[in-house]
């Protein structure tokens, strides 16, 4: 049974840090791309940050560019993304998700519609 577990989210204050963490267990990531997804209240899902199985490529959505920086430990089969300067609008279920990889530094876009496997997700709230 291949599962992600999401941890870390919580309640920090606008301009804090927070890291999350995606657990696999039942497989390993060396042969998957990772992606981070969120969905806020009332709005659709969508991609925060992707990186490739060996961790050579990262896509980030506009939004949090120079704000959040993706990575990923193969042997601890964790992915991990380190968010900085948060803001309000950052308040969201935040989920990891992995799909089977084409090349280990193919990454062409960082998509819902692609994965495969989704955690079921820890909630960011960014509030003063």
């Known amino acids: 049974q291949l599962q992600l577990v999401e941890s870390g989210g919580g309640l920090v204050q606008p301009g804090g840090s927070l890291r999350l963490s995606c657990g696999a267990s039942g497989f390993t990531l060396d042969y998957y791309d990772i992606g981070w997804f969120r969905q806020a209240p009332g709005k659709e899902r969508e991609g925060v940050s992707c990186?490739?199985?060996?961790?050579?490529?990262?896509i980030y959505a506009d939004s949090v560019k120079g704000r959040f920086t993706i990575s990923r430990d193969n042997a601890k089969s964790t992915v991990y993304l380190q968010m900085n300067s948060l803001k309000p609008e950052d308040t969201a279920v935040y989920y990891c998700a992995a799909k089977r990889y084409l090349g280990h530094n193919y990454l062409p876009a960082c998509r819902a519609g692609d994965m495969v496997y989704w955690g079921k997700g820890t909630l960011v709230t960014v509030s003063s």
């Open positions: 990186i490739s199985s060996s961790g050579g490529k990262s």
